[in-house]
């Protein structure tokens, strides 16, 4: 995978944001991303679902090189990802991500979880990383609680604070791994609101989640993934009114039926 | 179909659930088993007790210089008195016992300074503790330069020596062992094969076994004319095999860390080192408090093993002054003062590490 990905010197197309070519992963024995091939432009919205197991959340945490793919090439905001760690240090400051289970620092306040990583990463002085991470709390309003920490807070508070402090660093582009999934049905709103927010000032997104409502207001493009696989990509009007492969359909009439 | 038009106000618990007679009636006469119990548990208390402070307090000698002195029938502290300054400084010449006395006044400052949250200067003072004192220290114990005469590390013993091994081990077994844990969860084989084995070999060995190895084996191996001191051979066996515990015990609050915390750390662009040291090892050393210090007290117990190669720590020392002919039979007042001693020192880190605990708990629980 080193070789192939060092001999891509190609010049990108302008504004290709994450490039994904032929990328092959497999935990051991198991193939969980087979020849996945996909090009996010600079701005673009993507909404990742599918069934449980199908590799969605792998194929984004490929991306920031969480999990490591065995064949194929990823390149990302023209830089390609290879073995060299000082690189995948470059790609991970430029690419901001959100998870599941939120993974505050429990042991930082949230304005010291939103400093941290300017401070440490970037060298920014402790009064600019500050009033930034104020700035970025504000609009995922949650200033207030900038003292607590984290397990004073709730799970839409905790992943609000969450986005604010991948914002912090400036990203070209957001990874969501299904941010809503833990949250209890009332505090799911609160985040969507802030990513819509975020989608609609034109973050570049990819965003692994059930919420198909979110996908139909501000995806660019749904993609379904199973078994590994990119079943089928279309824009959400299409994709949700008339899908063409078959498990797609099955999927949604699941997933929409009730 | 019920509609709570108000809602119900917080009322105060009971009466007879609170308060010391309530606890009493609840914990100790709950039942006649129970009575019976702690009437019977009283009772041995009492015969317990009793003796051990008739002996220890009220029929004890305090003052005086020989063994004559004392009426023998409590305990007699003369001995402990007549020989306190050997206790706590070894052989160390009497005419020089003022550097030993700076040398102590300034460890108990320094450890008071970094434990009493109010004092200003922490991170400064603890550059100063872990750098210039030891060699402060070393200077004016040891002698040989600004004409303090030379007193070599033979001649160091009592608590003197006892806390120096204990607080170099610790020192120097903390970072070691931090340094192993993380070795140990390398990815890098050479790296993780080194620590295991490295572990393993000490962990795997009785200390006393490194002590005589230290002491008789190394100087075989070194080539004539180069000698180790003694005293430094033994720290650095002690620290190496505390070491390999310390690594097991961090190991151990590094896998209570939920990976989360590392991937979250490395999605923002951290490097291995600040993903350790500012996320992952100040939560595990935290989490890993009472184990940390658990080592720390069977270190400072260990020590007494360096008698085995003829360095007098407090325990030795007793012992030494328990086989001079004028004080034949006082052995148990001297193991009794032995005892207080290590019993003060260890329980204080142990009620020091409760209350670090409780403060850095408070707010963040997950």
Known sequence: MTQAATNTSDPHAPGLMVEMRGVNKWYGDFHVLRDIHLEVKRGERIVICGPSGSGKSTLIRCINHLEEHQQGDIVVGGVPLTQDVKRIEQIRRSVGMVFQHFNLFPHLTVLENCCIAPMWVQKKPRREAEDQAMRYLERVRIAEQAKKYPGQLSGGQQQRVAIARSLCMHPDVMLFDEPTSALDPEMIKEVLDVMVELAEEGMTMLCVTHEMGFAKTVADRVIFMDQGQIIEENAPEPFFNNPQSERTQLFLSQILGH | ?366
């Open chain 2, 1 to 366: 179909m019920i509609h709570n038009q108000t809602m119900i106000d917080q009322r105060p618990a009971p009466s007879n659930t609170l308060g010391p007679v309530a606890w009493l009636r609840a914990n100790l006469f709950s039942g006649p088993i129970n009575t019976l119990l702690t009437l019977v548990g009283l009772y041995i208390l009492y015969l317990l007790l009793v003796p051990t402070i008739q002996w220890a307090f009220i029929n004890a000698d305090w003052v005086g210089t020989t063994r004559a002195d004392c009426s023998r029938e409590g305990a007699c502290w003369v001995f402990v008195n007549a020989r306190f300054t050997q206790f706590i400084y070894g052989l160390y010449p009497r005419s020089e016992i003022w550097r030993a006395n700076i040398v102590f006044g300034g460890f108990f400052t320094l450890i008071a300074w970094l434990a009493i949250p109010r004092l200003p200067f922490k991170r400064w003072v603890a550059v100063f503790a872990l750098v210039g004192f030891p060699i402060a220290a070393y200077v004016l114990l040891h002698g040989g330069y600004f004409d303090l005469p030379r007193v070599p590390t033979h001649r160091w013993g009592g608590l003197m020596l006892t806390l120096l091994l204990a607080s170099v081990g610790m020192i120097g077994a903390l970072p070691i062992g931090i340094v192993l844990a993380l070795g140990r969860r390398s990815n890098m084989p050479i790296v993780k094969s080194f620590c295991v084995i490295f572990i393993e070999f000490w962990r795997g060995v009785p200390l006393i076994t490194v002590l005589f190895m230290a002491s008789v084996m190394l100087p075989l191996f070194l080539p004539s004319g180069i000698s180790v001191d003694r005293l430094v051979r033994a720290l650095i066996g002690l620290t190496l095999f505390q070491s390999a515990y310390m690594a097991e015990v961090i190991r151990g609050g590094l896998q209570a860390i939920p990976r989360g915390q590392e991937e979250a750390a490395a999605a923002l662009g951290m490097t291995y080192w600040k993903r350790m040291g500012l996320i992952v090892l100040p939560q595990a050393l935290k989490m890993m408090i009472p184990g940390i210090v658990n080592t720390f007290i069977s270190l400072f117990k260990d020590t007494t093993l360096v008698m085995i190669i003829g360095l007098f720590d407090l325990l030795g020392i007793v012992q030494a002054a328990l086989s001079d002919s004028n004080w034949l039979g006082f052995s148990l007042e001297g193991y009794v003062f032995a005892a207080f001693v290590f019993w003060i020192f260890c329980f204080s880190m142990s009620r020091y590490s409760q209350y670090l605990e409780r403060k850095l708990n408070t707010g963040h629980k997950r």
